[in-house]
Structure formats: C-alpha cells, structure tokens
C-alpha cells in the first residue's frame, strides 16, 4: 500500500520558519517529481513547489519564490518543504504529491497519482 504521509504543520506568526516533511511508504518515487500543493476552504488546490526526481531542478509558484525550499532524501523516500519569512496568506492545509510515471508536466493535481492526507499551516499576522 502506497501512503504519504505529511508532518511539521502548525501555528506559527508571521516572520517564523517551518519546515513540512513528507514521507512516502511502499514504493519508491526517487525517479519521479513530488511536489506540494495548498488548498483553503472553498479554494481549489493550488501548486506551491515541485522537484525532479534527481533534486537538479526545483519549480515554485511565484507568491513562494525566494521564502520556500523544496528538497527531498531520495535515501529516505521523503520530501521536504522549507518555508521561511511565513505569511498570513500561507495559512492553508499543505499536501504532498507524488507519481510514478514521466511526464515534463509538474503543476497540475491532475499531474500526480498519490496524495498525502495534508497537514494544517496556520500563519498569524
């Protein structure tokens, strides 16, 4: 049984730094990008970052540019999301996101096959 399950979410104010952590049980993803998506009530998902199945290459929506770091331990079958100077408007639950398959598509939910259970960002001003 393929799971991703997300931690390090949390209530924090507006400056803090946290770091989301994604782990990834029974399959590998290490060939394959993973990626974080957001979603606040009556929103639709929304990309955040992705990576490339080596590291080599990372993708970020613009609002999260120069403040989040997507990373992953391809040892450890995890992805990380570093989010630094948070913001109110980060306040979201936060998904992980994974596939097994290629595609040179990465921004889209549509884009990934496994999704993790999401964990709670909470950022007051």
């Known amino acids: 049984q393929v799971q991703l399950v997300e931690s390090g979410g949390g209530l924090m104010q507006a400056g803090d730094s946290l770091r989301l952590s994604c782990a990834a049980s029974?399959?590998?993803?290490?060939?394959?990008?993973m990626a974080w998506f957001r979603q606040v009530p009556g929103k639709e998902r929304e990309f955040v970052a992705a990576i490339v199945g080596s590291g080599a290459t990372t993708y970020y929506t613009d609002s999260v540019k120069g403040r989040f770091t997507i990373s992953r331990d391809n040892a450890k079958n995890t992805v990380y999301l570093q989010m630094n100077s948070l913001k109110p408007e980060d306040t979201a639950v936060y998904y992980c996101?994974?596939?097994?398959?290629?595609?040179?598509?990465?921004?889209?939910?549509?884009?990934?096959?496994?999704w993790g259970q999401g964990t709670q960002v909470t950022v007051s001003s």
């Open positions: 029974g399959r590998t993803f290490s060939r394959y990008p």
């Open positions: 996101a994974g596939r097994t398959y290629f595609s040179s598509s990465v921004y889209y939910t549509t884009d990934y096959d496994y």
